[in-house]
T-cell receptor
């Protein structure tokens, strides 16, 4: 497996609470991505980063923010969690944009009650 | 609108029974098409990238092919360990490098 870890792996929280998910890589890849995966849907891009402190929005960015202060870490924050944000969240990395292969972490299962 | 559709949603085969999974796409211009395998509770695992119509790639019992409108993932003489969800994604030339994902095909191989 590519050197990608996600923490926590599972989390249950209540509506309205802030939540931060962490993605850590040891591959020194430039690009990092946050996706969510829901039954019946394909993976949907939330935010991505193309370098330290360089981030951009994806398809479903509302309600989420990200930060990348170091090459190896990419944080996803739900400022005020809602039940619609119950999902499995995956982090991915790639060395180049687009054509280069994206490698995925093991995922975080988040439940918002 | 760029779109990726995978079919069937689920496929049950006997061990050794060959078949194909389909990924049809609608994009303004294709930069690349990606196949991944996903096991339950795990992240997607990269299989293949295809860039142009007519291209084929193989890995063990899997072969991916590409036309201008769709891609097929052919599975020859599958084994139970090939059971997984197979995901297809495309990248359009005007997509700012974002991938558009299909919902996946769940493949079950019965011994």
């Amino acid at each position: 497996d590519a050197g990608i870890t996600q923490s926590p792996r599972h989390k249950v929280t209540e509506t309205g609470t802030p939540v931060t998910l962490r993605c850590h890589q040891t591959e020194n890849h430039r690009y990092m991505y946050w996706y969510r995966q829901d039954p019946g849907h394909g993976l949907r891009l939330i935010h991505y980063s193309y370098g330290v402190k360089d981030t951009d929005k994806g398809e479903v960015s509302d309600g989420y923010s990200v930060s990348r202060s170091k090459t190896e870490d990419f944080l996803l924050t739900l400022e005020s969690a809602t039940s619609s944000q119950t999902s499995v969240y995956f982090c991915a990395i790639s060395d180049m944009a687009g054509e280069d292969t994206q490698y995925f972490g093991p995922g975080t299962r988040l439940t918002v009650l | 609108e760029d779109q990726v559709t995978q079919s069937p949603e689920a496929l049950r085969l006997q061990e050794g029974e060959s078949s194909s999974l389909n990924c049809s796409y609608t994009v303004s211009g294709l930069r690349g098409l990606f196949w991944y395998r996903q096991d339950p509770g795990k992240g997607p695992e990269f299989l293949f990238t295809l860039y142009s119509a007519g291209e084929e790639k193989e890995k063990e019992r899997l072969k991916a092919t590409l036309t201008k409108k769709e891609s097929f993932l052919h599975i020859t003489a599958p084994k139970p360990e090939d059971s997984a969800t197979y995901l297809c994604a495309v990248q359009a030339v005007d997509s700012n490098y974002q991938l558009i994902w299909g919902a996946g095909t769940k493949l079950i191989i019965k011994p």
